[in-house]
């Protein structure tokens, strides 16, 4: 078991002051062995916050990075799987299933986690997953009102993945956790 914290768009000092109390007193140190940042930290300070939780951070740069030594995307194998990390404001236009699918497809990977539309999703296309975790503070962007914060916790285990998205409400619970699952055949799974 190997446990992947996808977490990103955090547009920390910009458009949010913080993460959410919610979501920090979730992400304990020692608990997570990768995270992955589809880009928008905006600040060296969340690097570094996500180093205390995790020190394998793996992040891309958003539009509005500020590190410039982050990579445009990055692929990495974790368990029978390879992974892609790109922020998405490459991807024309922003958030298109067919878009991010060749953009897959280019990087050769079975997840491809991408952001940018500060809206969480995940979906199975074309024998292959898909994640966006949404943004980690609920900071707005110019296409949408009142996102929501979230992000995805995925416990990955060989060639199967399940993908927890915990997200902030206004009610009771605080935090709703939602959960999706995605597994390579057998065939993809022994060619990796």
């Known amino acids: ?12 000092p910009h458009r949010a002051s913080d993460i959410p109390a919610e979501f920090k007193k979730l992400l304990v140190p020692g608990k997570i062995h990768h995270i992955l940042c589809p880009g928008n930290l905006c600040a060296k300070e969340i690097y570094e916050y996500l180093r205390s939780v995790c020190p394998n ?15 445009d995307s990055k692929v990495l194998s974790i368990g029978n799987f390879k992974i892609g990390i790109c922020h998405g404001h490459q991807v ?18 079975d997840i491809l986690v991408t952001g940018h539309t500060h809206r969480f999703k995940a979906y199975k ?3 292959r997953f898909l994640i966006n975790p949404g943004s980690a503070t609920g900071a707005f962007d110019c296409l949408n ?18 993908v927890y998205v915990y997200e902030l409400t206004d009610g009771e619970p605080k935090v709703k956790v ?4 995605f597994s390579k055949k057998a065939s993809e799974a022994a060619s990796t």
């Open 92 to 109: 024309v236009p922003w958030g298109n299933l067919e878009a991010l699918s060749m953009l897959q497809r280019r990087l050769d990977v």
């Open 178 to 181: 939602d959960k999706v699952e």
């Open 1 to 12: 078991m190997v446990l992947v914290l996808c977490i990103g768009d955090f547009h920390i």
């Open 145 to 162: 009102d009142g996102c929501r914060p979230s992000f995805v916790l995925m416990d990955i285990n060989d060639s199967r993945a399940v």
């Open 125 to 127: 296309h074309e024998d």
């Open 57 to 71: 951070v793996h992040a891309v740069r958003g539009d509005f990075d500020e590190m410039s030594t982050l990579p």
